[in-house]
């Protein structure tokens, strides 16, 4: 059973940054893809940030390119998500992702943590 734990949310100031923390349970944590997903106030949930288990792949989102960067620790089982130049757009309930079912932006993954809030003042 793999329970994902997200951590690191808050108030943030426009400009200011954040990182979020994702820690995994279950030892096939290095191997599977981990994704960040966020859903905006009265949105769908919408993809953000993908890395592949060994991290020599990383995909974006067009919105947070060159703003976020998704990172893992397999050593920690965990997978985080260093978030810059933060806009009041980015406020949404942050939610890591474990095991795509489909394609990597999808939000069909199996294992989903409860999510994280993030603020952004403007």
């Known amino acids: 059973q793999v329970q994902l734990v997200e951590s690191g949310g808050g108030l943030v100031q426009a400009g200011g940054s954040l990182r979020l923390s994702c820690a995994a349970s279950?030892?096939?944590?290095?191997?599977?893809?981990m994704a960040w997903f966020r859903q905006p106030p009265g949105e769908e949930r919408e993809f953000v940030a993908y890395i592949t288990g060994s991290s020599d792949r990383t995909y974006y989102s067009d919105s947070v390119k060159g703003r976020f960067t998704i990172s893992r620790d397999n050593a920690k089982n965990t997978v985080y998500l260093q978030m810059n130049s933060l806009k009041p757009e980015d406020t949404a309930v942050y939610y890591c992702a474990q095991q795509p079912r489909g394609r990597y932006n999808y939000p069909s993954y199996v294992y989903w943590g409860q999510g994280t809030q993030v603020t952004v003042s403007s």
């Open positions: 279950g030892r096939t944590f290095g191997y599977t893809a």
